[in-house]
């Protein structure tokens, strides 16, 4: 969002994001990797669908430079030993089992949280992940409910074809995959910014009066599917219609308008102390 805004600090997030790599990619954690393999290929993939081959090559290139810098370090060595020696998913897919048949006894609404397994070296029903959690704690309906949230986005996902917006769809999409095998308490809050940035970015994108401005100037329009360009907004009187989606563009042209009359300014805004005359005392 900083680099679609233009804002001065998007080179240091930028690099601050580059160095988080290196402790990222020193980690053993594999659902992490899948993450970001998703966000990756669906951004390259709508960018595919954008036309923009200089972006997919620039991501192709730098997976290639990434893997291989990752395969010549320690780390490489470390999680492919784990994934061979580890019984964790073994362990997994037994838990999972067993909340599968205790929700036959409450399907619809669940138990309301985790319970402990019948084996004590498993961990608790309803962990390891958080579609796990939802359906075990709140059933059915519940799961319904969670699940409807996020795919309502499915085909805005799919409209957001520039790096804004399908790094945003990217992330959502990541969310569905990692349900399965993430507790995600923090990681959902992001997920959920992520829903409310990209409808936002697709709103904005709708917005008529910012694309008839774009169509007439042959633009693209705001960080929209067409590009990550910002076009200005035509402001024009009775075509606001809430203040929230004014974005402050009435104060800004009345402002405009004051400022090219050559009016600001030129009279005192204090109130004046001078009494008027009644029309008695004249008389």
Known sequence: MLWRERNKWRVVVAAVCALSVIPAAATLNRGMYIGLIVI???????????GAWRTVLGIIA?????VGAWLATPASQSLLERVAAS????????????????????PLLGFGAPRPSASPWLPSLGTQGQFWTV????????????????????????????????ILGGIILATLVEQFYYGMNTGL???????ALLS???????????????????????????GTV?????????????????????????????????????????????RRRSQTQNK
């Open 40 to 50: 990756v290929v669906w951004v390259g993939f709508q960018r595919l669908r954008a």
């Open 62 to 66: 730098a997976i290639g430079v990434g």
């Open 87 to 106: 019984s964790s998913t073994e362990d997994r897919a037994s838990n999972y089992l067993e909340t599968l048949y205790e929700l036959q006894q409450s």
């Open 135 to 166: 359906i075990f704690s709140y059933g059915l309906v519940g799961l319904a409910l969670f699940l409807a949230f996020f795919g309502r986005m499915v085909p805005r996902i799919w409209r957001a074809t520039d790096v804004y917006g399908s």
């Open 189 to 195: 809050m992001i997920s959920v910014v992520a829903v």
């Open 200 to 226: 936002r970015h697709l709103e904005e994108e709708n917005d008529p009066i910012k694309r008839a401005q774009a169509e007439r100037e042959g633009v693209a329009s705001t960080g929209g599917v067409a």
């Open 230 to 274: 910002r076009a200005e907004r035509a402001v024009r009187m009775g075509q606001w219609t809430s203040p929230a989606a004014n974005d402050g563009a009435f104060a800004t042209a009345m402002l405009e308008r004051l400022n090219k009359s050559g009016r600001r300014g030129t009279r005192s805004r204090t109130a004046s102390t001078r």
